[in-house]
């Protein structure tokens, strides 16, 4: 099993930043490809970004691409998403998932076996 637990989200003005963070536990974090997912009142969940084993390998959604930078520290178990130049339509709840193998495909919430219980983003315009 593996649990997660997003944390940073928050309300701030459109252009402005901020740092999400995924703690994991469970299992060896290094061992799990991790995801962003986002999801709008009244919308499908999206994906945002994913990140490989070491993160030497990196995905982006076209919508938050040269904003949003995913990352992640092994020795901390834990995931980022820092995002910046904020937009109204960035509102979200933000998730973080987890797949022990390369999800496929990567911007598929199925493709991810673990999920987080979310952090609320809001954009102010």
């Known amino acids: 099993q593996v649990q997660l637990v997003e944390s940073g989200g928050g309300l701030v003005q459109a252009g402005g930043s901020l740092r999400l963070s995924c703690a994991a536990s469970g299992r060896t974090f290094s061992t799990y490809v991790m995801g962003w997912f986002r999801q709008a009142p009244g919308k499908e969940r999206e994906f945002a970004a994913y990140i490989r084993w070491n993160g030497g390998s990196t995905a982006y959604a076209d919508s938050v691409k040269g904003r949003f930078t995913i990352s992640r520290d092994n020795a901390k178990n834990t995931a980022y998403l820092q995002m910046n130049s904020l937009k109204p339509e960035d509102t979200a709840v933000y998730y973080c998932?987890?797949?022990?193998?390369?999800?496929?495909?990567?911007?598929?919430?199925?493709?991810?076996?673990?999920w987080g219980q979310g952090t609320q983003v809001t954009v102010s315009s």
């Open positions: 998932a987890a797949s022990l193998q390369i999800p496929t495909p990567a911007w598929a919430p199925e493709s991810y076996r673990y």
